[in-house]
């Protein structure tokens, strides 16, 4: 099991939880953040932080918000909109930076 962010970050980007996660594992897209599944050390360091709640274990996701589950894990393992390659593994969001870019579920998502 690891931490998902969930609908109520969408268009909010308030980036605590990017601060707060210790392995550096939350990556920011355009409309949302997104954690790695992969290195995700499931500490919670993040959840208590998110001024919105927007961060749940995947079990744990509000109803309504189930495919958020999968557009997390889709961001890191299918090629994003205008790319060829999927993200992976980076090992860190940091030398990374901002995509700016969102799967396209959450491109396209409406409140």
């Known amino acids: 099991m690891t931490f998902v962010i969930g609908a109520d970050c969408v268009d909010v980007l308030d980036r605590a939880c990017v601060e707060e996660c210790p ?4 990556f920011i897209g355009d409309r949302m953040a997104y954690i790695q599944p992969d290195e995700c050390i ?3 360091a993040c959840e208590p932080v998110c001024p919105v709640e927007a961060i ?3 079990d744990d ?3 309504g918000q189930e495919q ?3 557009e997390n894990a889709r961001f890191f393992h299918e090629p994003l909109p205008g790319r060829t390659v999927a993200l992976g593994q980076p090992g860190g969001a940091t030398g990374v930076g901002v995509l700016g870019v969102d799967t396209v579920y959450v491109r396209d998502y409406q409140r």
């Open 56 to 58: 749940h274990y995947e």
């Open 42 to 44: 499931d500490c919670g």
């Open 68 to 70: 958020f589950v999968d």
């Open 61 to 63: 996701i509000p109803s």
């Open 23 to 26: 392995i550096d594992c939350i």
